[in-house]
């Protein structure tokens, strides 16, 4: 195990093409770490070893490496750069104390270099950007240097500049320690200097009381000081690098050793019950680790990837796990390099490790007795209904998705209720034809998919009230059951007690609440009129309700319930009975207190060059957009913020990709559900395939 204060646990992120993949490899090779010229061009990369990332020329997974400079050990996390596979980085983000992001000189800031800088920061990581392919022709430094600085702040600052531009790029000089000769520099490193040291020594008070004075700090407080200013987030420096002509880099490393931050540096905290603690990378303390990644390689053998923040993780070891009922062995400890892996005995803070075959081990996964904040990904959006292409293949279809499902945060994967179809749900078309293609490469299993679905929902925008009989006799004991039912809409965030108390009429018994669907219900019901034991199974008629919709299909949320009163048959009456009128009365009411589908609107930022502005203006108004505003993404390039229906995005790559010539790009979330245009509500309703829900049984 290494000393924990010379690791350096490290995200390379960035928007896609901005050379992360090159930068690892050529950290592997400068550092002699293996030999030969590893190339994504020609498929020998160390980071981009799968068929598709081989096939597509960009990662589309996280890879993991290591390597060793300057006396530091080097734990790195290659992660993709489209936002379509954004849950790949969020999960190693958590693994990791400094994030490189990494700019494209010549495209500037795009899209996703804006989001992977903001989780860093919502991470708490130290930042430090990688100004990379400096041998680009046609740079502008200058005005690349500015857009970074107007985008991030003044607290961007160049710690070395290029010496030479485009085809002239020959390496860079130092702006910390400016040598005698700069011969070649692009701008004067010692006017970069003062500022730069101001930066640092923001910090401390002491310090920067002296050197305005006229002292600066000593060797010994800038390195001190650095550190705490990138922590602080007070110092983001700006290094220049082109990974493809192998310039820069060992300057790059010895920078991220000497600002970037170690396991010591980073102040995480972990809870045990009711207590909350400081994280202390200790070897000797208890064990705090965390699964952050899920990989299922060739071979069918699940990988778990485990960043130990506190104690020790030794082979054979039998430990505690956050989702598994007993404790579970660590039958053996990996270090891997790309795809390959080698058998390690232990782990202690800082180390990132993997284990194999290990079915009780997901991403998220505590070990130990400690747990950490959740990872929070975004909600994919996009989906398709999926069927195998050969008859006979259905066990082995829902066999592989899993696999995916274990692997990816961002898929989803569904039944329809009504249509009984396996429903898999993606960030975007992209990120979905790309596990199609691995499906057929890893399984030997190819799928045939339908249009896009969109998960509407459905909801009420009034209040009404009514009941429904259940009675049918046919001889011998008959049915029975008789709801009356308040409705009223529920708003998203409201206080579920104070709602409860305003809502209650005659007399509150019971309170029911699923959080996921918003949906309320409560028992109201006096004098035995339903008896208590058939309560629960009119709440089960409204979960059937809840979960196949009334108008369309469609989930229902954002709805409270009032039980107020009933009827009952000594002899007739069954929790069956209740249950059909429960989820008749629902029903029933709900088509009279105006019901509404609610569609998904999703937040896109859209990076486009500055001439197609007005064009994303008027398409976006045209799709029923709002557009909310744009900012400058530098290189003449402007970014769009709107809110949109998702049913109208949901193949926007193209459109986009005609609209700039390839050159736009855009990140799409979700935001909230909002009401759908009453014309489009008419005609989703009037294609939905109602199922036998609605008849009484």
Not at 36 to 65: L, M, Q
Not at 100 to 123: C, M, P, Q, W, Y
Not at 265 to 290: F, Y
Not at 535 to 549: D, W
């Amino acid at each position: 195990m290494a000393n924990v204060e010379s690791i350096r646990n490290v995200i390379l992120c960035g928007h896609g093409s901005s050379g992360k993949t090159t930068l690892a490899d050529s950290f592997l090779t400068i550092t002699n770490t293996v030999s030969g010229t590893p190339s994504v061009e020609d498929g020998s990369s160390i980071c981009d070893f799968d068929p598709e990332e081989k096939t597509h020329k960009y990662s589309i997974e996280s890879a993991a490496i290591h390597f060793k400079h300057g006396g530091k050990s080097f734990h790195m996390l290659d992660t993709p750069g489209y936002p379509d596979f954004i849950g790949q980085v969020i999960g190693p983000m958590h693994a990791v104390d400094t994030a490189l992001i990494v700019v494209n000189a010549s495209s500037g800031i795009e899209v996703n270099t804006r989001r992977v800088f903001d989780e860093a920061g919502k991470a708490g990581l130290g930042r430090i950007i990688v100004l990379n392919k400096l041998d680009s022709d046609n740079l502008e430094f200058q005005n690349i240097v500015d857009g970074i600085r107007e985008m991030w702040g003044k607290q961007c600052v160049l710690l070395n500049v290029p010496v030479g531009i485009g085809a002239d790029f020959k390496g860079v000089v130092s702006t910390l320690k400016v040598p005698d000769d700069t011969t070649g520099a692009i701008l004067d490193p010692n006017e970069i200097s003062e500022p730069l040291i101001e930066s640092i020594i923001e910090v401390d008070d002491a310090v920067m009381e002296r050197y305005f004075e006229g002292t600066p700090p000593t060797d010994k407080e800038l390195s001190s000081l650095i550190v705490q200013a990138v922590r602080a987030g007070t110092l983001i420096p700006i290094v220049c690098c082109s990974a493809k002509a192998k310039l820069g880099l060992t300057e790059l490393l010895d920078a991220v050793a000497m600002c970037g931050l170690s396991p010591v540096d980073l102040t995480r905290h972990a809870t045990s019950g009711e207590e909350e603690v400081e994280i202390q990378p200790d070897p000797n303390g208890p064990l705090i680790a965390r699964v952050f990644r899920t990989r299922i390689d060739p071979f069918v053998q699940k990988l778990n990837f485990i960043r130990v923040f506190s104690g020790t993780l030794k082979r054979d070891d039998n430990v505690a796990a956050s989702n598994a009922r007993k404790g579970v062995k660590m039958n053996q400890l990996l270090r891997v390099q790309g795809e390959s892996t080698e058998n390690v005995d232990s782990a202690g803070p800082g180390d990132i490790v993997a284990v194999a075959k290990m079915d009780d081990l997901h991403t998220g996964t505590m070990l130990g007795e400690f747990t950490m904040a959740d990872f929070k990904f975004p909600m994919p959006m996009v989906s398709f209904a999926v069927s195998p292409k050969s008859r006979g293949d259905e066990t082995k279809l829902s066999g592989a998705v899993n696999k995916v499902v274990e692997e990816d945060p961002t898929f989803k994967l569904d039944r329809d209720p009504q249509t009984k179809e396996l429903v898999m749900t993606g960030m975007s078309e992209l990120h979905l034809n790309v596990i199609q293609e691995r499906l057929i490469r890893r399984d030997k299993l190819e799928v045939e998919t339908k249009v896009p679905r969109i998960a509407f929902r459905e909801t009420i925008q009034s209040k009404a009230e009514g009941d429904y009989r259940h009675k049918k006799q046919s001889g011998g004991r008959g049915q029975f059951g008789e709801v009356h039912i308040r409705m009223m809409p529920l708003p998203r965030g409201t206080n579920i007690e104070e709602f409860a108390t305003k809502a209650n009429f005659n007399g509150l018994k019971e309170v029911h609440y699923d959080e996921n669907a918003n949906f309320l219900w409560l028992d109201a019901v006096v004098g035995g009129v339903i008896p208590g034991n058939f309560m629960p199974a009119v709440g089960k008629g409204f979960s059937e309700r809840i979960v196949n919709g009334v108008i369309a299909g469609y989930p229902v949320q954002d709805v409270c319930v009032v039980v107020h009163f009933g009827k009952h048959h000594p002899v007739d009456s069954s929790e069956a009975a209740f249950k059909t009128a429960g989820k008749m009365a629902f029903k029933k009411v709900f088509e009279q207190a105006r019901p509404s589908l609610l569609e998904p609107i999703v937040h896109m930022n859209i990076t486009i060059p500055e001439a197609n502005v007005g064009d994303v203006y008027s398409d976006m108004s045209g799709r029923g957009g709002r557009v909310s505003g744009s900012d400058p993404a530098g290189g003449n390039f402007t970014t769009v913020h709107c809110e949109v229906p998702l049913r109208e995005v949901t193949t926007y790559a193209r459109t986009l990709s005609s609209m700039t010539g390839g050159m736009g790009s855009y990140t799409m979330e979700f935001s909230h559900y909002d009401i759908m245009p009453a014309n489009i509500q008419q005609d989703v309703i009037s294609k939905a395939k109602m199922g036998d829900d609605d008849d009484e049984s």
